[in-house]
């Protein structure tokens, strides 16, 4: 999720860059990813502009570094013999600075839908994630329908929570709609058409904190598929 991040950042930035069909309207140049994308299509998209995208962020381009994983998975795709069974289905950093990013991922190997969050980015969303960090007051929180009854109330860390289910920026949207709307909705969608897949939630960091949020809330929804695992990075 941070690769494809600096990805979409440098596309924001640079023209002429080589493959981004699906990334960049060629009417509105409004970059927005608006199809899915396989390890095989973004390993070529960065190969095409390794050199712009080293410009930007050396490290996280690095001879072997983020390009050993797409291949990785590149290969554990073709040992599959399916088409195109791993891909990036979402991708949302448009109002990062407002707003978490997060990724959808459909894995037709495991039978997973995945929900990644991304961790504190210093570069991209300095101020927002770090004022999520240390807001480290507790919330009484919405209680799940489905522990009406059983739990009184229960309280989390505010700046996490707040992240995850304060109103979405998009003007578009319905005014009341949460993120966590947004994403519960687009996760809904994906297990529907995939009938027998599980959803797995998973985050780095500040991912982490709102992965585990994400994934006690989903796991208390009636219509998403049980169990629901949760797996996080540096919590």
């Not at 299509?41 to 050993?68: C, H, M, W």
């Not at 998403?224 to 996080?232: E, L």
């Amino acid at each position: 999720i941070y690769t494809f991040s600096y990805l979409i950042d440098v596309v924001r930035k640079e023209d002429g860059l080589i493959g981004i069909d699906g990334i960049k309207s060629e009417t509105s140049g409004e970059v927005l990813p608006r199809r899915s994308f396989s390890p095989e299509e973004v390993l070529d998209l960065i190969e095409n502009n390794i050199e712009t995208l080293r410009k930007y962020y050396p490290n996280a381009f690095k001879e072997g570094q983020s390009l050993a994983n797409l291949q990785k998975m590149i290969q554990e795709s073709n040992q599959s013999g399916l088409e195109r069974p791993l891909t990036l289905q979402d991708f949302s950093d448009k109002y990062q600075r407002h707003e978490m990013v997060y990724g959808i991922t459909k894995d037709d190997i495991n039978k997973r839908i995945s929900v990644v969050f991304r961790g504190t980015e210093n570069k991209l969303a300095f101020k927002t994630n770090w004022l999520s960090n240390v807001d480290l007051r507790k919330v009484t929180a919405d209680l799940p329908q489905a522990l009406e009854g059983v739990v009184h109330k229960i309280h989390l860390h505010s700046g996490f929570y707040n992240y995850i289910f304060s109103k979405t920026m998009d003007e578009k949207d319905d005014p009341t709609n949460r993120k966590y709307d947004v994403i519960l909705k687009d996760c809904k969608i994906l297990l529907e058409q995939n009938p027998g897949y599980k959803l797995y939630v998973t985050g780095h960091s500040l991912g982490a904190a709102l992965s585990t949020i994400f994934a006690f809330y989903v796991a208390c929804d009636e219509d998403i598929p049980k169990p629901v695992t949760c797996i996080n990075f540096a919590s």
